[in-house]
């Protein structure tokens, strides 16, 4: 469920929500127009019956993307007065069904995470690993992407600004491709301690000097 | 994204490459962006952080989604300086209040170089404030708009109460070669400061 399309999670449980709906209520495959004008005494029923209650909670919650009136006729005080459950339950749904597809906000590609694992700063370098090659297509969309793009060593600031996301992304997602070995995390000047040792600034000092 | 695999004979990038940082800082459009195209390889890219306004860099967005957030923006330049060795320029991004990003920036950072335009000194003060408070080395570049050093670089000293142990160099952020002099002279800074401390 957390890698499928959003359609494809949806389908799945569109049926057995509306199973639950037909099994607690007549007219949840009524169409519209029906269901407006028998929304109050619908809900006057709900709200009495002590069986009805969870069930408008969850469907408003899933399908209000296709049927727009079924999050106003649905989620009426019935939903609000006896079923706070249902709705937690299906709310973790909706973030964590990302597609890769360029239109996925960025955060779902981490699935809301914004830490990782690894201490990675914005300069760290990190580069495809050999295993990392190997399994280029057998790597999850967005992996693929910086595996691609960290054929040559990379710093973690290059591959949010190459792939245009944000830092926070890069640096999840990097943390989770070292985790799988496909890259491999370079040192950093500072990996050793805080600060970057006097060895790795003279380097640095007579590259500049030869630029 | 549509490169075909490499082949699997190909040697792999060598994993000891290492890189380094500098930072660079000063106030909005005093240079900062010139200054690190002028010597980078590559045209400077600009990376994007996205944040909360209030956070100190250590919310976790997604327990807080109704809080505001923002968008940091900074640009960086990259300088291969060995085979196996790389120095990247990170410009700050220009609004005082992200500290958290320079947090981000300033560690583990050689030092820092403060670009002045002399005719707007208070913009730099934040950062020079902020540097000293880190304990992070820097030396201060006082860039010359239209090639032409306006004041004395004593007279921008006293001006700017910046102690005497804190080089002050002249450059011109368009002119490659005046970059690479400004950072050389960053770099054996931060190698006095580092020795002098470890000589204490």
């Not at chain 1, 943390?175 to 370079?186: I, K």
């Not at chain 2, 195209?37 to 994007?48: A, H, M, R, W, Y």
């Not at chain 2, 670089?153 to 001006?159: I, L, T």
Request: a neutral charge; glycine letters at 10%; aromatic letters at 6%.
């Amino acid at each position: 469920m957390t890698s499928g399309p959003d359609d494809a999670s949806r389908r799945q449980q569109e049926p057995t929500f509306a199973d639950v709906m037909n099994g607690f209520s007549l007219d949840a495959k009524r169409p519209r127009k029906r269901r407006l004008w028998g929304r109050k005494r619908d809900e006057e029923e709900q709200a009495g019956s002590p069986a009805a209650p969870p069930t408008p909670p969850p469907f408003p919650a899933t399908s209000s993307a296709h049927t727009g009136d079924t999050g106003f006729a649905g989620s009426g005080y019935g939903g609000y007065a006896t079923g706070p459950i249902e709705p937690v339950r299906d709310e973790p749904v909706l973030p964590a069904a990302p597609s890769g597809a360029a239109a996925v906000r960025p955060y779902a590609w981490t699935r809301g995470r914004t830490k990782s694992g690894f201490d990675l700063a914005i300069e760290t370098l990190v580069s495809t690993s050999r295993q990392g090659r190997e399994q280029l297509g057998l790597l999850q969309m967005e992996h693929r992407s910086v595996a691609d793009l960290c054929d040559q060593p990379r710093s973690v600031a290059e591959v949010a600004a190459l792939l245009s996301i944000p830092l926070g992304v890069a640096r999840v997602l990097l943390g989770d491709m070292a985790g799988l070995g496909v890259v491999t995390v370079h040192q950093t000047a500072s990996s050793t301690g805080k600060e970057p040792d006097l060895a790795l600034m003279e380097r640095v000092l007579s590259g500049l000097r030869r630029l | 994204m549509t490169r075909p695999p490499q082949p699997a004979a190909r040697p792999g990038p060598s994993p000891t490459t290492i890189s380094a940082k500098i930072v660079v800082a000063g106030g909005f459009g005093v240079g900062k962006t010139t200054f690190v195209g002028s010597v980078s390889e590559i045209d400077p890219l600009t990376t994007e952080a996205v944040m909360t306004e209030a956070s100190a860099g250590h919310d976790d967005l997604s327990a807080t989604p109704n809080k505001k957030t923002t968008t940091v923006a900074m640009d960086f330049g990259r300088v291969s300086l060995d085979s196996d060795l790389i120095l990247y320029l990170f410009g700050t991004p220009g609004q005082h209040r992200f500290w958290f990003m320079w947090d981000d920036l300033v560690r583990g950072a050689i030092g820092a170089v403060v670009l002045v335009d002399t005719r707007r000194l208070a913009d730099c003060f934040s950062a020079i404030d902020f540097f000293e408070d880190r304990g992070l080395p820097y030396v201060v570049g006082l860039n010359a708009f239209d090639g032409l050093q306006q004041h004395r670089v004593e007279d921008v000293r006293e001006a700017m109460s910046i102690d005497p142990s804190i080089p002050i160099v002249t450059c011109d952020a368009r002119h490659r070669e005046s970059t690479k002099q400004t950072l050389i002279a960053l770099v054996q800074h931060a190698m006095a400061a580092r020795m002098a401390a470890g000589a204490r």
